[in-house]
C-alpha cells in the first residue's frame, strides 16, 4: 500500500512560483515511479511531471517545460513540484500519484493523494 499527501497550494499571481510538496509512503515492490498531475473543472486529468524514484526517468508536459521541476528528497519519502512563472491556465487541483511506470498517462498510476489546489489570478 501506498499513502500519498499534497502540500503547498495557494493563490499566486501571475508570473509567481509555488513549491507543491508530496508525503509519500512506498512499497518499492510496486511503485517505481512518482507523478504529479492537475485536473482543471471541467477538463480531463492531465499528467504534469513525473519521475522515476531512483532516478533516469523524468516526464513533463510540453505546457510547463522551463517553467516547473519535479524532484525527489528518497530520505525524507518527498517529491517537490517547483512551479515558476505561473499562468492563469496552470490553475487546478494538483495531484501526487505513485505506480509502476513513468508518463503522462494516469491509467499508469495506481496510488494518488487527495490533491492541492492551486489558484492562478492574472
Known amino acids: 500500500q501506498v499513502q500519498l499527501r499534497e502540500s503547498g497550494g495557494g493563490s499566486v499571481q501571475a508570473g509567481g512560483s509555488l513549491r507543491l510538496s508530496c508525503d509519500y509512503s512506498?512499497?518499492?515492490?510496486?511503485?517505481?515511479?512518482v507523478g504529479w498531475f492537475r485536473q482543471a473543472p471541467g477538463k480531463e486529468r492531465e499528467g504534469v511531471a513525473a519521475?522515476?524514484?531512483?532516478?533516469?526517468?523524468?516526464y513533463y508536459v510540453d505546457s510547463v517545460k522551463g517553467r516547473f521541476t519535479i524532484s525527489r528528497d528518497n530520505a525524507k519519502n518527498m517529491v517537490y513540484l517547483q512551479m515558476s512563472a505561473l499562468k492563469p491556465e496552470d490553475a487546478a487541483m494538483y495531484y501526487c500519484?505513485?505506480?509502476?511506470?513513468?508518463?503522462?498517462?494516469?491509467?499508469?498510476?495506481?496510488?494518488w493523494g487527495q490533491g492541492t489546489q492551486v489558484t492562478v489570478s492574472s
Open positions: 500519484a505513485a505506480g509502476p511506470d513513468c508518463g503522462p498517462s494516469p491509467a499508469t498510476f495506481n496510488y
Open positions: 512506498r512499497d518499492t515492490s510496486i511503485t517505481r515511479c
Open positions: 519521475a522515476a524514484f531512483l532516478g533516469g526517468t523524468t
